[in-house]
């Protein structure tokens, strides 16, 4: 920390020294060297207050918007293990399998019922239109081609109550391997392999990365100020701004800290962000007039901060208070008033006035 006051204070001397000889050789009556070489090529800045939008930046926790546990929908023991924590998948990818011998023998079983039913009403068929021919002829009698007819409606029904069981009995028979509903991260495993689990056991935990969400605590102060998602950005990870695709605020404050919940959903596939992140959202309050210089006019060493000001007798160094930084424009707090006129490039300048 000494070190970088020590280099602040050796600019300041530097910048003084210059200055004084500047004005010992216009005081000799010499003629003074043009301010800069770069003042030739690339024009010099003026500082003019710029109207800018004024936000309240508040801290919000990424999450995930879906996100849950599968659970187990038939008995059976647990006797493969397909993926495990923090590992990716896909939907519809195999997570585990259970054991299911009982339910592969109840389709068996199915299957057998619906055969034996079909054959059933073939033979129904075959006996009603044999009924018909004969009732024309009348060799039977009406109440005999009613009962014929009866049996057919019989042996149709059967098929369709066979088909739902076999339906059935496949579907429990699927609940044995157990599939991704969505592509995303495995966060838990609640079971291990050879455990026995039954229908509600849970199994496994995870959530998407596709669909994200950001949590903000919005103090009652703020109540206005998120109307809707045009008046909020959230800060990423690597610098830029994102406008959320949807604003939900909570109509309850919390009991204890009296701040009202803001969900953010954030577009999809958004990159750079994870669940659990910690991220800047902020909400548009108005607008304000500030000073604003470029990136590559401030001079930094370390804790110092300053800008080449152009003076009568030349360029000096001066001390300047940075407030915050974006889109290659920083904010002066203190230091310069409007109407100032400075170098475009500070390191340039330090380089020229360093040969000088």
């Not at 055969?115 to 009603?128: G, N």
């Not at 407030?323 to 020229?352: M, R, S, Y």
Request: glycine share 8%.
């Amino acid at each position: 920390m000494e070190k970088i006051r020590l280099l602040g204070i050796t600019l300041l001397v530097m910048t003084s020294q210059a200055m004084t000889s500047t004005q010992a050789l216009a005081a000799a009556g010499e003629p003074i060297a043009p301010l800069t070489e770069s003042s030739q090529t690339e024009p010099l800045l003026t500082v003019a207050p710029q109207p800018v939008t004024d936000w309240l930046t508040l801290d919000g926790t990424v999450s995930a918007i879906h996100q849950g546990t599968v659970a187990a929908q038939t008995s059976g023991r647990v006797s493969r293990m397909l993926v495990d924590v923090n590992d990716e998948v896909q939907a519809g990818q195999p997570l585990l399998e259970i054991s299911g011998k009982e339910q592969f023998a109840a389709v068996t079983g199915a299957e057998a019922r619906l055969a034996r039913a079909q054959a059933q009403q073939v033979e129904a068929e075959r006996q009603l239109a044999r009924f018909q021919a004969l009732i024309a002829k009348g060799v039977i009698t009406r109440a005999q081609l009613d009962n014929a007819q009866a049996t057919d409606r019989a042996a149709r029904a059967e098929v369709n109550a066979a088909d739902a069981a076999l339906t059935q009995a496949r579907e429990a028979y699927g609940y044995t391997r157990i599939l991704a509903p969505y592509a995303g991260v495995v966060t838990k495993r609640l079971v291990e392999l050879g455990e026995t689990v039954a229908p509600g056991t849970p199994l496994l935990s995870g959530f998407s990365l596709d669909e994200l969400r950001v949590e903000v605590e919005l103090p009652q102060s703020a109540l206005t100020l998120a109307g809707q998602p045009a008046d909020v950005q959230v800060l990423l990870p690597d610098g830029k701004t994102v406008t959320p695709a949807k604003l939900t605020r909570f109509n309850y404050a919390d009991s204890q800290s009296h701040a009202f919940r803001l969900r953010l959903d954030l577009p999809p596939h958004t990159a750079g962000v994870l669940p659990g992140m910690w991220l800047k959202v902020q909400l548009k309050q108005g607008e304000r007039l500030v000073l604003q210089v470029p990136v590559r006019a401030l001079l930094r060493q370390g804790e110092f901060n300053g800008v080449y000001l152009q003076q009568p007798a030349g360029w000096a160094l001066t001390p300047v208070r940075v407030g915050h930084c974006l889109v290659g424009q920083c904010e002066i707090l203190a230091g310069l008033q409007a109407g100032d006129t400075l170098a475009p490039d500070a390191w340039a300048q330090q380089q020229e006035a360093a040969h000088e």
